[in-house]
Nanobody
Framework: QVQLLESGGGLVQSGGSLRLSCAAS????????MGWYRQAPGKQRELVAV???????NYAESVKGRFTISRDNAKNTVYLKMNSLKPEDTAVYYC?????????????WGQGTQVTVSS
């Protein structure tokens, strides 16, 4: 069983910062792409940022220059540093990872962490 455990969400004022963490645990042979998605009420889940195992990153246009994704491969952990937060960033943030178990690659999701930005 492989799990992604997220932490770091909360309530913050507009312009503030938060740092999300997501650690993979279980029977893991390797971790490929890791990313963060978010889903606001009444909206579809959308990609926020993704990072490959070699460190290549990609961001949604709405967060470029404000959010930074990073990872610690030794700890199978991905981070999302969010600066200059806006009320429209309010959403449940989900961690996602492509994980190799034996010979199979599976897409695993975290349980989600709430981020609320007040104006």
């Amino acid at each position: 069983q492989v799990q992604l455990l997220e932490s770091g969400g909360g309530l913050v004022q507009s312009g503030g910062s938060l740092r999300l963490s997501c650690a993979a645990s279980g029977s893991i042979a390797g971790v490929y792409d890791m990313g963060w998605y978010r889903q606001a009420p009444g909206k579809q889940r959308e990609l926020v940022a993704v990072i490959t195992s070699s460190g290549t990153t990609n961001y949604a246009e709405s967060v470029k220059g404000r959010f930074t994704i990073s990872r610690d491969n030794a700890k199978n952990t991905v981070y999302l540093k969010m600066n200059s937060l806006k009320p429209e960033d309010t959403a449940v943030y989900y961690c996602n990872a492509e994980i190799l178990r034996a010979i199979l690659i599976s897409t695993v999701w975290g349980q989600g962490t709430q981020v609320t930005v007040s104006s």
